[in-house]
Every structure is written in structure tokens, then in C-alpha cells.
């Protein structure tokens, strides 16, 4: 089974940076689209960048475009969300999801991930 555990959300001014981890375990030897989705109170769960494990090729959502890096360490399974410039509207917690094989084109749809983490809080004031 895969198991993802997030880290790295915090408190920040805006226009900070944090990064936020995720460490995944499960089958070395296949591909995953990966992706972070976060909620913000009273909001629904959004995509907002997904990274295909077997070529590196990400996707972002326009809002984070510029700011936000999605990128992996494949030797440490470990998936990153390098956030810069940070506004109040950021203010959310953070997921990390997987699912096996390609990011199809509709990859920041919810019900695509059976795997997810617990989640990072993210606050920007």
C-alpha cells in the first residue's frame, strides 16, 4: 500500500517561502502521478500542481503558476512544493496525493488519487 506523510507547512508573512515534503513509500519500481491539492476553511479541496514521476512533467494551476515548484527526488521517494511569494489566499492545508501511472489531462481531479496524506497546514498573514 502507499503511504504518504507530509511536512514543512508553517506560519509565514506574505510574501514568504515555505516548502513542503512528501514522503511516499510503495512500489519502487512503477510511476505515479503525484500532486498536491489543498482546503481552505469552508472551501472545497483544489489541485494546484501535479509532477508525473516517470519524466519529471508538471502541471500548475494558473493561480500559482510563477510561484509554486512541484519537483521529486526519486532516490529518497520523497515529492517537494517549493512555495514562493506567498499570499493570504494560500492559506490552506496542503495534501500530498498519489496515484498510479500518467497524469491523464484531467489530473487535478480529486477522485483520481486513492492515496493520500494527512496534510500540512499552511498560514499566510
Known amino acids: 500500500d502507499v503511504q504518504l506523510v507530509e511536512s514543512g507547512g508553517g506560519s509565514v508573512l506574505a510574501g514568504g517561502s515555505l516548502t513542503l515534503s512528501c514522503a511516499g513509500s510503495g512500489d519502487a519500481y512503477s510511476t505515479y502521478c503525484m500532486a498536491w491539492f489543498r482546503q481552505a476553511p469552508g472551501k472545497e479541496r483544489e489541485g494546484v500542481a501535479t509532477i508525473y514521476t516517470g519524466d519529471d512533467s508538471t502541471y500548475y494551476i494558473d493561480s500559482v503558476k510563477g510561484r509554486f515548484t512541484i519537483s521529486q527526488d526519486n532516490a529518497k521517494n520523497m515529492i517537494y512544493l517549493q512555495m514562493n511569494n506567498l499570499k493570504p489566499e494560500d492559506t490552506a492545508m496542503y495534501y500530498c496525493?498519489?496515484?498510479?501511472?500518467?497524469?491523464?489531462?484531467?489530473?487535478?481531479?480529486?477522485?483520481?488519487?486513492?492515496?493520500w496524506g494527512q496534510g500540512t497546514q499552511v498560514t499566510v498573514s
Open positions: 496525493a498519489a496515484a498510479l501511472g500518467g497524469c491523464s489531462r484531467d489530473a487535478l481531479r480529486r477522485s483520481l488519487y486513492p492515496h
